[in-house]
Structures are given as C-alpha cells and as structure tokens.
C-alpha cells in the first residue's frame, strides 16, 4: 500500500521556522522526484520545491532563499526559516515517477501567526 505522510505542520510566529517531514512507503522511493506543494485558503495549489533523483533541487520564487529541501532514505523533508504570513497553508507531499507514476499526501497544516 502507497503512502506518504506528512507531519512537522503547526502554528509558527513570522520569522520562525518549522521543518516538515513526509515518510514515504509503498513504492521505490529512490526512483520518485520528490516535491513539496501548498494550498492557501481560498487559492490553487502552489508548487513549492522539488528533489530529484540526483539530489538536485529547485524553489519558488516565493520560497527561494528561505526553505530547503532535502530526501534521505526514505523521507523528504522541507525545511522552512524566515516564515511569512503568506506561508500559511496546507503543504502537500508528491512523489512522481514518469509517465505517469504520482503519489500524494494528504496534507499538514503551517499556520504562520503572530
């Protein structure tokens, strides 16, 4: 049975940090791209950052700087510094595999409040 599990969410001050985890099981997590995605009340679903196979990672514009990205064995994490009010959302966990693999979480919360 395919899971990912997301936890680490919470309630943050501005300029705080959290760091959320997703264990993955199920599948060949070596083999999966790997990417954080949120969802703010109201709005779409926001591609965060992703981890490919090599290791490699890419940001939002609107993280970029502030979160890191990271996988080992066989969890994904994201670390989140410097948060902002607009980081409040949903984060969502993604495993993909081309063609046509994919994976979701099914969520945690990050409400950055002060």
């Known amino acids: 049975q395919v899971q990912l599990v997301e936890s680490g969410g919470g309630l943050a001050q501005p300029g705080g940090s959290l760091r959320l985890s997703c264990v993955a099981s199920?599948?060949?997590?070596?083999?999966?791209?790997m990417s954080w995605a949120r969802q703010a009340p109201g709005k779409g679903l926001e591609w965060v950052s992703g981890i490919d196979i090599h290791n490699s990672a890419t940001y939002g514009d609107s993280v970029k700087g502030r979160f890191t990205i990271s996988r080992d064995g066989n969890t994904v994490y994201l670390q989140m510094n410097s948060l902002k009010i607009e980081d409040t959302a949903v984060y969502y966990c993604n495993g993909r595999r081309p063609p046509s693999s994919e994976y979701w979480g099914q969520g945690t919360q990050v409400t950055v409040s002060s």
């Open positions: 199920g599948f060949t997590f070596s083999s999966y791209a």
